[in-house]
């Protein structure tokens, strides 16, 4: 079982930045495929970008694209967004994910089986 641990969230401007860090523990982080997930009040759980376990691949959500970079460190089992240019529009509980099976790079949320507890995003106007 991987315990995923978020932080870096917080309330900033529109324009600004923030970096999300989520580190893995309890289990294996090599292999598999991670992702960022958010949910804004009312909505359902999007996906907003995910990485390749050797971070060769990336996809992104096209409402994030260009704007946020979804990077990895493996030694320290640690996958970061980072997220540039934010609009009010972001702001949601973010999560980051593992994917249930390794070696694949995959969107749908239903794919991934290990979840974080979520870090808040506000972006005010």
């Known amino acids: 079982q991987v315990q995923l641990v978020e932080s870096g969230g917080g309330l900033v401007q529109a324009g600004g930045s923030l970096r999300l860090s989520c580190t893995a523990s309890g289990s294996t982080f090599p292999g598999y495929a991670m992702g960022w997930f958010r949910q804004a009040p009312g909505k359902e759980r999007e996906f907003v970008a995910a990485?390749?376990?050797?971070?060769?691949?990336?996809v992104y959500a096209d409402s994030v694209k260009g704007r946020f970079t979804i990077s990895r460190d493996n030694a320290r089992n640690t996958v970061y967004l980072q997220m540039n240019s934010l609009k009010p529009e972001d702001t949601a509980v973010y999560y980051c994910?593992?994917?249930?099976?390794?070696?694949?790079?995959?969107?749908?949320?239903?794919?991934?089986?290990?979840w974080g507890q979520g870090t808040q995003v506000t972006v005010s106007s």
């Open positions: 990485i390749s376990f050797g971070a060769l691949r990336t």
């Open positions: 994910a593992r994917d249930k099976q390794p070696g694949r790079l995959e969107t749908p949320s239903t794919n991934f089986g290990s």
